[in-house]
C-alpha cells in the first residue's frame, strides 16, 4: 500500500482543523441532485454534506457527459456509526490474521473504513457516489459501492486493473467532474470523495482542514 496515502497515516491525524462552522443540509432538497436510500437512517444523517460540498458537487454533475448524473449514496455520518463501522471490520480482519499486531489491524481496516477520529464522512465532507442515466439507471463502475477489498479481490480500488473498459471509462468520466469541482478521491474506494476535510487538506496541500467532526444540531456544526 505504500503508493497511496491511507487514512491511518499518521499525516492524516497531524493535519489542523480550522473549522468554518458551516451548516449541513439536506440533500434531498435539492431536485437536481439524485439520493439513493440504501443508506436509509432513522435521522436522514447519510443525505446531509456541508453547504459548500454540495454545492460542489451540483459543479461536478453539470461536468458530466449528457446523460449521466451523479448518484449520492451516503454524505454524513454520525460519529458512533463511524466507530460501529471501523470495529465491526476491524474485527472481521482480527479473526482473519491473528498475527497481525493492532497497528496493521487499524493499517488494513482503514483502506476500507477510516479511523473514526479522522473519518472524512464525519465531518461532512466526504461523500460515497455512483452514476446513473437521467432516469436513475445506475451504470457500471465495477463492483458495488461499498465492496470490500477481499470480495471484490481489489477491485474496489480506483486504479483497479480488475474491470472491464465500460466501468473503468465511467470511473474516469466520474473523476474528472469530481477533480475539477475540488474534491480528492480515497484511491481504495472509487466511490469516495471528500472535500474540506483532513484528507483533502493532505492531499492538496492546504494549510489547514475546513471541516472537523459535525452534527446535525445547528449549533454544534
Excluded at 488494513?108 to 442515466?133: F, K, M, N, Q, W
Aim: aromatic letters at 6%; proline letters at 7%.
Amino acid at each position: 500500500m505504500t503508493d497511496i496515502i491511507l487514512l491511518s497515516d499518521p499525516r492524516v491525524a497531524a493535519t489542523r482543523v480550522n473549522e468554518n462552522g458551516e451548516p449541513l443540509v439536506d440533500a434531498r432538497e435539492v431536485a437536481a441532485l439524485r439520493v439513493d436510500t440504501r443508506k436509509t437512517d432513522h435521522d436522514g444523517s447519510y443525505a446531509h454534506l456541508r453547504a459548500d460540498v454540495l454545492r460542489r458537487l451540483l459543479l461536478a454533475q453539470d461536468a458530466l457527459p449528457p446523460g449521466i448524473r451523479l448518484l449520492m449514496v451516503e454524505g454524513f455520518r454520525p460519529p458512533a456509526l463511524q466507530r460501529r463501522y471501523f470495529d465491526a471490520y476491524a474485527a472481521t480482519l482480527r479473526a482473519a490474521h491473528p498475527d497481525a499486531g493492532a497497528d496493521r489491524i487499524r493499517e488494513l481496516a482503514s483502506a476500507y473504513i477510516s479511523p473514526p477520529e479522522v473519518a472524512p464522512h464525519v465531518s461532512g465532507g466526504a461523500v460515497d457516489l455512483t452514476l446513473c442515466t437521467d432516469d436513475g439507471a445506475e451504470l457500471s463502475l465495477g463492483t458495488q459501492v461499498n465492496a470490500t477489498p477481499e470480495e471484490s479481490e481489489g477491485g474496489c480500488r480506483t486504479a483497479a486493473l480488475n474491470i472491464d473498459a465500460d466501468a473503468r471509462a465511467n470511473r474516469a468520466a466520474m473523476g474528472r467532474a469530481m477533480t475539477a469541482a475540488g474534491f480528492v478521491n480515497y484511491p481504495t474506494e472509487w466511490w469516495h470523495w471528500s472535500y474540506g476535510d483532513r484528507y483533502w487538506a493532505l492531499l492538496t496541500e492546504a494549510p489547514t482542514a475546513k471541516y472537523g467532526p459535525a452534527s446535525l444540531s445547528p449549533t454544534t456544526v
